[in-house]
């Protein structure tokens, strides 16, 4: 009798751990197609990397992508090996386009503006640049105080905006924001992240969010960072 008790207790366990799992499964899938109502922001698009793999261009306009930003580049030594693909395509594909520079604390202003400077080409019909704030622990472990990565940003802004003739966006991760309070440092447009929720953890109001960070859409099989604007 003991016996049986304990395999129905088992079975029950394992009919558990299955609806489970299913239930799971159907959230991830339910929050991978999630992205904000076109009523409440028309204009939405999605920023990629080479991590992304090749892309169905002409396939993510139909679906509604409005904009595409493209990493350009890391840090002082990293181009992405697929901007140059990747904005062309987006330009074919009648979407507006620009570039983003992903800033490390551990490479110097000088170095990272020329690199941004020597990938990015001069053109009129981009989109203002964007330098994203995230710390990656793996990649770089320097925190110098505030007043260094401000005056660091400044420089660094200087000479992109220079180039790009646009004043350029900053899109600041929330443990960014809370070291350095980037946004009350600097006076420029701000792009903030948080899945699913409108972000508060600036000093200001955003422009952009990124609302869903790996967004499945048709012609993104791996799914995309999808992001809106604030009109």
Known sequence: MHITTLKRWSIRLSIIVVLLALLAAAAWWATSRWAPSR???PVQGLYVTSVDG???WPTLAVMGSDFAYVRASAGGKTRDSRFAANIEAARNSGMRYGAVHEFSLCDTEEEQAEMFITTVPR??????PVISLAFDEEACKARPDRAMVLSELNTFLNQIESH?????????????EEAYVVSDGL????????DFFPPDYAAKSWVMWQANSRYRIKGAPQGVRWNVVRQ
């Open 39 to 41: 009523d409440d922001y």
């Open 54 to 56: 090749a892309l169905s």
């Open 123 to 128: 053109d009129p019909d981009m989109l203002p």
């Open 164 to 176: 790009s003739e646009k004043p350029a966006l900053l899109r600041i991760s929330a443990d960014f």
């Open 187 to 194: 006076s420029r447009t701000v792009w903030l992240i948080g």
